[in-house]
T-cell receptor, first 113, second 116 residues
């Protein structure tokens, strides 16, 4: 039973446009939500996170939105750049002190120049 | 370079064999985590060690075991290998009080295991 779901395996976006990556979750105990980015032959790297008490967190070109009632979050990248092409994983934890992250299957983003 | 070192990068072995994957955490990090990424799957948590002791266990098969040594490096042992064990195995590390649940942890580049 997948507790974190990324239903779009892939997404293609033109350079300069907005990329929106979506994630749904089922576990109401999740308290933090994280996004990781992964390039080929590298490990995942932390990108941005959001606490369940917030509905938005922004870091430069990256913004994560959380809709707790819908158990849905999204990552917006504006403007998208070719270097953003990677696999993006959504992850969740049951608290800052919880060390186990539950990951989705990932969405492969391709930014077309 | 994330600071988390995993060796070997690639491993090909036959069914029924046993292999050992090695991980050196970032300097100063006390926690080590192991994750498995099978084809078309997300990263599945296997096990966490903190300063030499097992802290949390996920969906780790009985054929798999891990340990963390006094120098804080960790090894993941996979035995009686099956074709379905072919996957990317990632190690990650975090510092004490790092609030890893909020800010994540640092991953190595993984070991790709192929069982033939």
């Amino acid at each position: 039973d997948q507790q974190v779901k990324q239903n779009s395996p892939s997404l293609s976006v033109q350079e300069g446009r907005i990329s929106i990556l979506n994630c749904d979750y089922t576990n109401s105990m999740f308290d933090y939500f994280l996004w990781y980015k992964k390039y080929p032959a590298e490990g995942p790297t932390f990108l941005i996170s959001i606490s369940s008490i917030k509905d938005k967190n922004e870091d430069g070109r990256f913004t994560v939105f959380l809709n707790k009632s819908a158990k849905h979050l999204s990552l917006h990248i504006v403007p998208s750049q070719p270097g953003d092409s990677a696999v993006y994983f959504c992850a969740a934890s049951e608290g800052a002190g919880s060390y186990q992250l539950t990951f989705g299957k990932g969405t492969k983003l391709s930014v077309i120049p | 370079d994330s600071g988390v070192t995993q060796t070997p990068k690639h491993l090909i072995t036959a069914t029924g064999q046993r292999v050992t994957l090695r991980c050196s955490p970032r300097s100063g990090d006390l926690s080590v985590y192991w994750y498995q990424q099978s084809l078309d799957q997300g990263l599945q948590f296997l096990i966490q060690y903190y300063n030499g002791e097992e802290r949390a266990k996920g969906n780790i098969l009985e054929r798999f075991s891990a340990q963390q040594f006094p120098d804080l490096h960790s090894e993941l042992n996979l035995s009686s290998l099956e074709l379905g064990d072919s996957a990317l195995y990632f190690c990650a590390s975090s510092a004490e009080f790092s609030r890893a649940g909020a800010y994540g942890y640092t991953f190595g580049s993984g070991t790709r295991l192929t069982v033939v």
